[in-house]
């Protein structure tokens, strides 16, 4: 006795596992039933795939099974071949969106940190001008290209603490005539 039953199951070229249950209905029936399944998959739904119910006498099983399973069996892999990609590419946004929160985070953070900076140097520049440090004040006013948004209030405030310098005697426009 030759058959060709699991030459016919490799021809199918699907990725997954069998479980044939073959039970006999009465005298000359049989109730053949036949579970693709593929244990790798992490998506839960795989468990939800019924299994395929085929009834006959063992002639007509043995002339049609293969017939009767391929379609299902080829479109149950396929299926689970989607799950797979499904699941491995909403990890992939999971880590991108997580990369994303991580990287607005941290320029949140970067942006805090610019922030303090800045109100610390003015608050000393405030404290220097109270002084009568004027030139030191001045000194103290951050760089407006390091704070762009506060680029005007930036120039305001050396001009203001540049007016407030004192005579320099030497470079006075006044005193520049010819003696």
């Known amino acids: 006795m030759e058959t060709n039953f699991f ?6 070229q699907v990725a997954g596992n069998w479980k044939i249950s073959i039970a006999k209905e009465d005298a000359d029936k049989l109730i053949v039933s036949v579970l693709f399944f593929n244990d790798t998959i992490g998506d839960d739904a795989r468990k939800k795939v019924p299994p395929i119910l085929l009834k006959g006498t ?4 043995d002339n049609g099974f293969f017939q009767a399973v391929a379609e299902p069996v080829k479109d149950t892999a396929q299926l689970f071949a989607n799950m797979e ?4 590419e ?8 997580q990369m994303e929160k991580d990287n607005v985070l941290k320029r949140d953070k970067e942006k ?8 610390s140097a003015m608050k000393k520049a ?11 004040a001045w000194m103290k006013v951050p760089p407006s290209d390091l704070y762009p948004e506060y ?23 006044k005193t520049d005539e010819p003696c």
């Not at 030459?7 to 199918?12: D, F």
């Not at 990609?85 to 491995?88: A, E, N, S, V």
């Open 126 to 136: 405030d404290e220097l001008e109270t002084a009568g440090k004027f030139k030191e």
């Open 7 to 12: 030459k016919s199951i490799l021809s199918l």
């Open 112 to 119: 805090s940190e610019l922030q303090t900076q800045y109100q």
């Open 90 to 97: 909403k990890e992939q946004a999971k880590v991108s969106s």
């Open 85 to 88: 990609q499904f699941l491995k």
């Open 151 to 173: 680029k005007d209030v930036i120039h305001a405030r050396k001009a203001e603490l540049s007016d407030k310098f004192p005579v320099d005697l030497f470079n006075d426009p």
């Open 58 to 61: 063992a002639e007509e099983l």
